[in-house]
């Protein structure tokens, strides 16, 4: 498994840009396919973005297409979320997650938190109106 640690979190007003970084340790890191998902207070979490160890699909949440992207550098190890046109509603602990790219049911394991090996420890977003 790998261990991941999330960072670049904060407080931003309406309209701001965010960049999100998750930092992964383990010589696997490119056979994972990773993820982002987000908890509000009070609410389960939720799937934001994907990005697939082939490929390179980038599935997302209706809720953010076309303002957050993901994007992973195996190089380096990491893993991105660069949010733009920051909405209140975006207001979260954003978690980076990862799943063997060698269990098989992807397509249907993707959006579901329970189907993720490990997880980061969460870094708080809060957008201000």
């Known amino acids: 498994q790998v261990q991941l640690v999330e960072s670049g979190g904060g407080l931003v007003q309406a309209g701001g840009s965010l960049r999100l970084s998750c930092a992964a340790s383990?010589?696997?890191?490119?056979?994972?396919?990773l993820a982002w998902f987000r908890q509000a207070p009070g609410k389960e979490r939720e799937f934001v973005a994907a990005?697939?160890?082939?490929?390179?699909?980038?599935p997302y949440s209706d809720s953010v297409k076309g303002r957050f992207t993901i994007s992973r550098d195996n190089g380096e190890n990491t893993l991105y979320l660069q949010m733009n046109t920051l909405k209140p509603e975006d207001t979260a602990v954003y978690y980076c997650?990862?799943?063997?790219?060698?269990?098989?049911?992807?397509?249907?394991?993707?959006?579901?938190?329970?189907?993720?090996?490990?997880w980061g420890q969460g870094t708080q977003v809060t957008v201000s109106s």
């Open positions: 997650a990862a799943r063997s790219g060698l269990r098989p049911g992807w397509d249907t394991a993707v959006f579901s938190p329970n189907e993720y090996d490990s």
């Open positions: 383990g010589r696997t890191f490119s056979t994972y396919n």
């Open positions: 990005v697939t160890w082939i490929g390179g699909n980038t």
